[in-house]
């Protein structure tokens, strides 16, 4: 079987774009692909988040996977700081990034416009963190949502410099979506991606109630003219179609958009719609997660049986790795 890796971070509530980007996936792979996936704990650090807050976190993101479907006896399910082989060849790979490569990665311009306060070394080398997440496992294929595809990218010219500087020994590995081009979920004020931190009533949560999900849906931004007959549909309305696609019945979209396409659209009615449909999705997934917090101790024997699996695909590549660099000297 093919190996697979993905992460996410525990920096705070997990969101529909979290949900259709990445664990949609992890949840049809884990039949057919021998899956590794984990909490980013090292990588959310590069925004010095309350210590207090971390543990919860974790454990709200674990269980938010297992809600939506992840089978811990199917995959490896683990936390990153369980798996100390990852720093040790972390190191080694920084020895292989270049400060100006790293300097230009957009997510690092991002976070320097973002957090100047905080412009840490760990940002700067976060995709080299993220590669060797990857590459210890020799995962070939990487389910993520779009916004991860150039850390990809960064993460195959790191294996390829590697086996070519020290001799075979990683995989390129390539982003995957089922469905070929990665998904991007847009937030509901029409400004960009769908994202943990930004504007609260623009994302969906896992974990938001009923109430909350109707009343962000039917606050979310439709551009009302309808325009002339023919005219192309505004982002803002194509939206909630595409969501509309995701978790409605299939004739639900189709039906608004050949309403748009007349001009007989009711924007109302379409919020109540999507609204609905949505709650009946996250419902069920909130439900679980928030009974399987309630269990610290099975969310703690999940950590623990998923880092000894981890551990002991990874320490087998650092191994190779030291020998290969030439500093296993017994
Ligand atoms: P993170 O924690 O920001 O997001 C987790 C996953 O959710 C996807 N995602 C989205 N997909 C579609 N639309 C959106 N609006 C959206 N928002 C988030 C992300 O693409 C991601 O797949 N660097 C990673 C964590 C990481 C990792 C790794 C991933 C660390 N090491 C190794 C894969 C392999 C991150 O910050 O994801």
Redesign the pocket.
């Not at 890796?5 to 971070?9: A, P």
């Not at 991606?193 to 943990?196: G, P």
């Given at each position: 079987k093919e190996i697979v890796?993905?992460?996410?971070?525990p920096?705070g509530y997990?969101?529909?774009?979290?949900y259709?980007?990445?664990?949609r996936n992890f949840i049809r792979m884990q039949e057919d692909f021998n899956c590794y996936f984990?909490v980013?704990d090292w990588?959310?650090l590069t925004t010095h988040p309350d210590p207090k807050d971390l543990r919860g976190n974790v454990e709200r993101v674990l269980a938010e996977n297992i809600a939506s479907g992840l089978d811990p006896e199917k995959v490896v399910l683990y936390v990153?700081s369980d798996v100390p082989e990852i720093s040790e060849l972390y190191l080694l790979m920084n020895m292989l990034a270049y400060v100006g490569e790293l300097e230009k990665v957009p997510t690092f311009k991002d976070k320097v416009r973002l957090q100047p306060e905080n412009v840490n070394a760990g940002l700067l080398t976060?995709p080299v963190?993220?590669?060797t997440?990857?590459l210890i496992q020799r995962?070939v294929k990487?389910?993520?949502?779009?916004?991860?595809g150039q850390?990809?990218e960064m993460?195959r010219n790191f294996a390829q410099r590697f086996n070519h500087r020290y001799g075979n020994l990683f995989p390129e590995p390539e982003a995957f979506n089922y469905g070929d081009s990665?998904?991007?979920?847009?937030?509901l004020d029409g400004k960009g991606?769908?994202?943990?931190s930004e504007n609260e009533m623009a994302t969906l949560y896992l974990a938001d109630e009923d109430d909350k999900i109707l009343n962000k849906i039917k606050k979310a931004k439709t551009d009302s003219a309808t325009g002339v007959i023919g005219s192309p549909m505004p982002e803002s309305v194509s939206n909630l179609i595409d969501l509309m696609k995701l978790v409605s019945a299939p004739d639900v979209a189709t039906f608004y958009t050949a309403a748009w396409d007349d001009q007989t659209i009711r924007f109302g009615d379409m919020k109540k719609q999507l609204g609905e449909d949505m709650v009946k999705f996250i419902a069920p997934i909130r439900e679980k997660a928030k009974a399987l917090q309630q269990d610290h101790a099975y969310m703690q024997r999940i950590m623990k049986e998923g880092a000894e699996k981890a551990r002991e695909n990874a320490s087998k590549t650092l191994n190779e790795a030291k020998k290969l660099i030439g500093i296993k000297y017994y």
């Open positions: 890796v993905s992460g996410i971070r920096t997990l969101h529909l774009g979290n259709f980007g990445a664990i984990f980013a990588h959310s990153q976060y963190l993220m590669a997440d990857i995962a990487v389910p993520v949502g779009k916004d991860q850390h990809l993460a990665l998904v991007r979920i847009p937030s991606k769908m994202s943990k």
